[in-house]
């Protein structure tokens, strides 16, 4: 087997997976303690954030804004620059593979008196951005970019902003969280509405902070604000990476596995939810609720039973949706997924990635134009697949690999890094 950061990776069959593991600091806890702390006064703490190449992305975003970023006996420590003192970047700010750094970081800029240019990888300038830069325009911001202001690199310009009514098309928490950013400095209370309520990361934070954030199902109300408190939050363990070790427990025939301080928000545990529907074997144990619910998962081998997967359960899972349809083709019976057509836009075309990763594999998944029909009953096939840039395609397949009937060559596996540099190692771990 290859060893760190390797591009090609070969995982073989585990005879039983057992143990308990820690996972990284929350990616999406860790993207907002570094923008929203660096819009604080004072000194922000981190303990235990989640440091891959989109958070670092976010790191060097607000160091070129003026904020300084250490680490302090495992904590990340950003001295803000306060809400309204961000400084002009010198230069082009790279988001690298982060659409929540560059969508957030242009709600926290707009209607400044600077310039300032987004941009980033070759998938992040292909992502949508109209879904941010509308809703901004109609605040007063000045904000182009390529296709009328569809794809990075996205400008901004000086400008004001106006508080405002906005509805937004897509249950994204990349969307409220950059409007709600803006909103802050407006000239007066904003409302966002979306279509169904996504992670709430953001408003817990600034609520935290000292701004006058409320929510109401899928609707955001946000007074602007002075000043910020600093954030100092201890950071869960992202259940997005948790989740491989939890899909791969509950398709292998010999697997015990407890992730232990597990983030446990609500709005992130849709996978949870649809594994308990599957019948899998699992718990759950919350251990503490505020600021942000924390606890521990343990999963057993399980007898998984098909499901009809949709509506407001898919932004609760948005990115475990291809560990679903990986789950279902182990399960008994037919399962489908709608309303999902949002995992067509993420680091890659994630319904064609998908269904192309677990076809090579030899798992039944059929892409549908919002989601995934899967037959059920298979087991994965030793094969060679690509993970095509997309950091949780490589993790995907290696999840697979862990039960497949024989090793899995994975391609660009180094994705991983992306929001898990340790991944190979705690597989080792869970397989020893
Ligand atoms: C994220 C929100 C989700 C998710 C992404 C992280 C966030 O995206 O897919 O990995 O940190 O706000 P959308 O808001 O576009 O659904």
Known sequence: MSRGGAAVRVVAPARRLRGELTVPGDKSITHRGLLLGALGSGRSRLRGPGLGADTRASAALVRALGARTAMDDGALTVDGVGLHGAAEPADVLDC???????????????????HAVLSGDASLRARPMRRITRPLRAMGAR???????ALAPLALAPSRLRGADLTVPVASAQVTSALALAALRADGPSTIRQPAPSRDHTERMLRAQGARVQTDGAVLRCEPAEALDPVDLDVPGDLSSAAFWIAAAALHPDAEVTIRGVGLNPLRTGLLDALRAMQADLEVEVEREEPEPVGAVTVRS???????????????LIDEAPLLALLAAAAQGESRIADAAELRVKESDRLRATERLLGAL???VEAA???FTVAGGGRAAGAR???????RMAMLAAAAALSADGPVTIHG????????????DDLERLRA
Not at 96 to 114: D, E, F, H, V, Y
Not at 143 to 149: E, F, I, N, S, Y
Not at 302 to 316: M, N, T
Not at 413 to 424: M, Q
């Open 96 to 114: 690298a593979n982060s659409g929540t750094t560059m969508r957030l970081a242009c709600g926290l800029l707009a209607g400044r008196p600077l």
């Open 143 to 149: 904000v182009d970019g390529r296709a009328d202001g």
């Open 302 to 316: 399980s007898r998984l039973r098909g499901l009809h997967a949709g509506g407001a359960l898919i932004p609760r």
């Open 362 to 364: 030899g798992l039944e």
């Open 369 to 371: 134009p919002d989601g």
């Open 385 to 391: 697949v690509d993970a095509g840039g997309d950091h």
């Open 413 to 424: 596996a180094d994705a991983a890094a992306v929001s898990y540099p340790a991944f190979w």
